[in-house]
């Protein structure tokens, strides 16, 4: 246990534990920390602290934003960091394929760090059940005026995202509901593969051809704003320099053909393209798939990673 640990750390629980769990684990660390039992004066006010902050609902729901956002400042000495891009750089981290140039995005999953379960008492950031799952958390009802319009078309994304991106990469984890690091909104979908990142947002309109322009989508003469993304991938990239970030919207139509409406993509976009593309349902399945597994080792379960994107569900 060290000063940068995190409170899960220094309690040996993972972050997804229970309250019963919290105070187990509490006991147990306090009875070994414990000055009059030969432990450590400091030790014990980090155990201390730790428990009094997990147990809380309202304060370990700020802790664990705080840490999913990249802003507590703890690090497990366990934790595996990897080489950052140059400032200012979207390329990813420093690391290789394996295999040669054979594209590993539908081999099973890999992940880093590995689950050993040789490793006495070392408790993993999250469990390999949870870990394995491909699907977290789902859409919520959030505020009054629009939560019907707005559970249904993220439904949709959700399922055009489990039948026809998820299957394809056995790796890719998606993310639902996660709290906006950039303000306080929420992203509805973010898909984690390996060292990319997507985060996905939604919108649903008539049937047609739709102009986008880098700021508005432009249908008979209307001009339609998107939601606001580019902010919040940038946010997500300065927390995250070892992956590459993109947002994507896709335009969702109220009959459900996945091929409408059409988006033509203005010249003058090309610059915004780079961090967000508007694209129609099948658009998306098609560049996701794409973004996702062209990225440098596709077929890995980023941990770290996923644990800290978890924390941040809203």
């Given at each position: 246990m060290t000063e940068s640990s995190s409170h899960y750390q220094v309690l040996r629980v993972a972050v997804t534990a229970t309250e019963k769990e919290i105070k187990v684990a509490y006991r147990r660390a306090a009875r070994t920390a414990h000055p009059d039992h030969g432990g450590d004066a400091a030790a014990f006010r980090r155990v201390t602290s730790a428990y009094e902050t997990l147990i809380d609902p309202q304060r370990r729901k700020a802790y664990d934003r705080s840490y999913a956002a990249g802003?507590?400042?703890?690090?497990?000495?366990?934790?595996?960091?990897?080489?950052?891009?140059?400032?200012?750089?979207?390329?990813?981290?420093?690391?290789?394929?394996?295999?040669?140039?054979r594209n590993t995005a539908g081999?099973?999953?890999?992940?880093?760090?590995?689950?050993?379960?040789?490793?006495?008492?070392?408790?993993?950031?999250?469990?390999?059940?949870?870990?394995?799952q491909q699907v977290h958390g789902m859409p919520r009802k959030r505020g009054i005026f629009g939560a019907e319009a707005r559970i249904q078309r993220e439904m949709r994304t959700v399922q055009l995202l489990t039948r026809q991106v998820l299957p394809a990469i056995p790796a890719a984890r998606l993310i639902n509901g996660l709290q906006s690091p950039a303000d306080n909104s929420h992203i509805d979908h973010a898909v984690l593969s390996g060292y990319r990142l997507a985060l996905i947002g939604s919108m649903l309109l008539p049937k047609g051809a739709y102009a986008w322009d880098g700021r508005t989508l432009n249908h008979g003469g209307r001009s339609v704003a998107p939601p606001q993304l580019a902010h919040v991938v940038r946010a997500m990239q300065d927390i995250f320099p070892e992956l590459n970030v993109t947002g994507w919207t896709v335009?969702?139509?109220?009959?459900?053909?996945?091929?409408?409406?059409?988006?033509?993509?203005?010249?003058?976009?090309?610059?915004?393209?780079?961090?967000?593309?508007?694209?129609?349902?099948a658009g998306m399945v098609r560049g996701l798939k794409e973004f996702l597994a062209s990225g440098p080792a596709p077929n890995t379960v980023n941990v770290p990673v996923l644990a800290r994107l978890l924390r941040g569900m809203h």
């Open positions: 802003t507590a400042g703890e690090r497990a000495d366990s934790e595996p960091h990897f080489d950052a891009p140059p400032a200012g750089s979207r390329a990813s981290a420093t690391v290789h394929r394996t295999g040669g140039s081999d099973p999953p890999v992940y880093v760090p590995p689950y050993d379960p040789a490793a006495d008492g070392v408790v993993p950031l999250i469990p390999l059940a949870e870990a394995s335009v969702h139509s109220p009959g459900g053909n996945l091929h409408e409406p059409v988006i033509d993509q203005h010249r003058r976009s090309a610059g915004a393209l780079e961090t967000v593309r508007i694209v129609n349902a």
